[in-house]
């Protein structure tokens, strides 16, 4: 079962060896009706947005494997999918750089206030250049903070070296890799304290879940931009709008919120915030890239094999062969 439709070239790959199902309803199916796709399947390419929980675990009696069109996971439950002998991958790795690309696209268009521009240009309101116009926060030489130093971090870093900027990483351990662009390990409260930019690159599990609350974001500089590419429900999107509204920081920008796919209705009234919609992975390559990875797990799997996405490896040892 496929739960939305993916590039084609994932479709393809699994119809080589499976009879597939895909949703072609064009919209998320309800927990119900994933249930009674899901009875007679043996694998699984889901979404962030398909909620693997324990009870609806346990009623999988088929499945062997859960592959999650995606590098988060925390729409599964994994010990309860692990205990009921399900595997569950991702896809690392490939959609880094365009999250990266994308994380520093937001921090540009906050800074230089360019989506702000562009209604103003399309409300016909631009009556000529002036010099106090629009006037916006530079990004070169300026200090970012990078909250999370993974695969996604390590690439923002890398492409802040060309704005010759000042890198700080916060991170659970320090990180050589992130290190040799020149980023310098230091505690959250000094990150804050510091930056000019802070940029979220963080898994979403209980040890993130809030973890930018109220007291970190008015640590924050009143000039500094916040943005946020990971999982909206890491920050406290309450303590944000006021933040932003109170003038404490001066902007953000956004691809993630804590009830997608319903925006905070204090942010949609801010016109110092830049929103996208969940546009981290969003490029026809990438996209690609993951429906083929997702193919390759699933089949790897049902095939007795080591899948190149195992988050629970454990899991294999109960069927598959080769371990």
């Known amino acids: 079962m496929v739960t939305r439709r993916i590039p084609e070239n994932g479709i393809k790959l699994l119809t080589r060896h499976f009879s597939v199902k895909v949703n072609k309803e064009g919209r998320n199916l309800s927990q119900r009706e994933l249930l009674r796709e899901l009875r007679d399947s043996f694998g699984v390419v889901a979404m962030l947005t398909n909620r693997f929980d324990r009870e609806f675990i346990s009623k999988l009696k088929s499945l062997r494997v859960i ?135 963080l898994p979403l599990n209980t040890g993130t879940r809030g973890m930018i609350g109220k007291r970190e974001i008015n640590l924050m500089k009143s000039n500094a931009v916040f943005i946020n590419t990971a999982r909206g429900e890491i920050v406290d999107e309450d303590a944000l709008i006021v933040a932003l509204k109170k003038g404490k920081i001066a902007g953000a920008g956004l691809d993630v919120y804590r009830n997608e796919p319903r925006v905070n209705l204090g942010l949609l009234k801010l016109e110092n915030v830049v929103l996208s919609p969940h546009l981290g992975s969003a490029t026809f390559g990438t996209r690609a890239k993951m429906a083929e990875m997702a193919a390759q797990n699933a089949i790897a799997v049902l095939k007795g094999e080591r899948p190149p996405g195992i988050v629970n490896p454990a899991v294999l040892k109960g069927f598959c062969d080769s371990l």
Not at 99 to 106: E, V
Not at 123 to 128: D, E, Q, R, S
Not at 170 to 186: L, T
């Open 67 to 201: 592959s999650n069109f995606a590098v988060g996971y925390d729409n599964i439950d994994l010990n309860a999918a692990t205990e009921n002998g399900i595997a569950v991958t991702n896809t690392p790795g490939v959609l880094t750089d365009a999250t990266a690309d994308l994380a520093f696209g937001l921090m540009l268009a906050t800074a230089r206030r360019i989506t702000e521009g562009d209604r103003l240009v399309r409300a016909k309101k631009f009556t000529g250049w002036t010099p106090t116009m629009m006037l916006g926060n530079e990004v070169s030489g300026k200090t970012l903070g990078i909250i999370g130093a993974g695969r996604i971090g390590t690439a923002v870093a890398k492409r802040a070296l060309g704005f010759e900027m000042r890198i700080l990483y916060f991170s659970q351990n320090r990180n050589a890799g992130i290190e040799k662009f020149g980023a310098i390990f230091v505690d959250l409260e000094n990150l804050l304290r510091r930056s000019d930019f802070v940029s979220v690159n």
